[in-house]
Structure formats: structure tokens, C-alpha cells
């Protein structure tokens, strides 16, 4: 018996079920967070931080098409740190982050634009 618990442990994903069970199974409850102005508020959020990077992208380019191409570096650090929240809202969106865990979001979003507006201020530094 033991091996096979071994055996268990290994081939179990690590996030939950990776085959979506039936419908039939799953038993059906309201869940709150999913109102029509939740998800308006975190596509606004999640908006407002895609913008923020665009923008820091584009003044990135400027800075370093004017002055030296190492400015394209700073980029490249918001961007590594924003994929963690495309990370974030994929599992979200497959359900495997629990809706508790929403403020993660916000948390690396808050983050994310704090680093997008002092990359901004470090660019044109004068």
C-alpha cells in the first residue's frame, strides 16, 4: 500500500482536478463575488494597469531610442513582474485560485502600478 500512495502523490496535479468534472456533480451555489459590479471594478483595475504599462513601454522606447538602449531594461523588469498578475487572473479565470484570494490582484496590480509610475519619474530624471 504504500508504494501505491507513492504512486498517488506523484501523478496528483498540483493545483486541483485538471479535467473538468460534470456539471451535475458540482453542486450549484450564488456566489457573491461574481456580481455584474465586481467584475465591472477589476476589468476597470486590471484596465488602468494594462494602460500604465503601455504607456511606460512606449516612454521606455523614447528614453532609449534618445539616449541609451539599457533604459529597455527597466522594462523588461515590469514586465517580468506583471506577468505574476497575468498569472494571477489566469488562475482566477480557471478556477483554480479560490475567489477569496481576489485581493492578491489588487495587491500585485497596486504594485505593479507603483513600479510603472517610478519607472516613469527614473526615465526622465533630469
Given at each position: 500500500?504504500?508504494?501505491?500512495?507513492?504512486?498517488?502523490?506523484?501523478?496528483?496535479?498540483?493545483?486541483?482536478?485538471?479535467?473538468?468534472?460534470?456539471?451535475?456533480?458540482?453542486?450549484?451555489?450564488?456566489?457573491?463575488t461574481?456580481?455584474?459590479?465586481?467584475?465591472?471594478?477589476?476589468?476597470?483595475?486590471?484596465?488602468?494597469?494594462?494602460?500604465?504599462?503601455?504607456?511606460?513601454?512606449?516612454?521606455?522606447?523614447?528614453?532609449?531610442?534618445?539616449?541609451?538602449?539599457?533604459?529597455?531594461?527597466?522594462?523588461v523588469?515590469?514586465?517580468?513582474?506583471?506577468?505574476?498578475e497575468?498569472?494571477?487572473?489566469?488562475?482566477?479565470r480557471?478556477?483554480e485560485?479560490?475567489?477569496?484570494?481576489?485581493?492578491?490582484?489588487?495587491?500585485?496590480g497596486?504594485?505593479?502600478?507603483?513600479?510603472?509610475?517610478?519607472?516613469?519619474?527614473?526615465l526622465?530624471?533630469?
Amino acid at each position: 500500500r504504500p508504494d501505491n500512495e507513492e504512486a498517488m502523490a506523484e501523478t496528483s496535479p498540483i493545483f486541483g482536478s485538471s479535467s473538468p468534472s460534470k456539471p451535475s456533480q458540482q453542486p450549484l451555489y450564488y456566489d457573491k463575488t461574481d456580481s455584474p459590479k465586481t467584475r465591472a471594478l477589476q476589468v476597470a483595475f486590471v484596465s488602468c494597469v494594462i494602460i500604465a504599462v503601455g504607456i511606460t513601454f512606449i516612454m521606455t522606447v523614447v528614453r532609449a531610442i534618445q539616449e541609451d538602449g539599457i533604459y529597455i531594461l527597466l522594462f523588461v523588469s515590469l514586465i517580468s513582474f506583471a506577468q505574476t498578475e497575468l498569472f494571477l487572473l489566469w488562475w482566477i479565470r480557471k478556477g483554480e485560485l479560490p475567489k477569496e484570494k481576489f485581493w492578491w490582484l489588487y495587491i500585485i496590480g497596486f504594485c505593479v502600478l507603483l513600479e510603472s509610475i517610478f519607472t516613469d519619474i527614473l526615465l526622465f530624471h533630469a
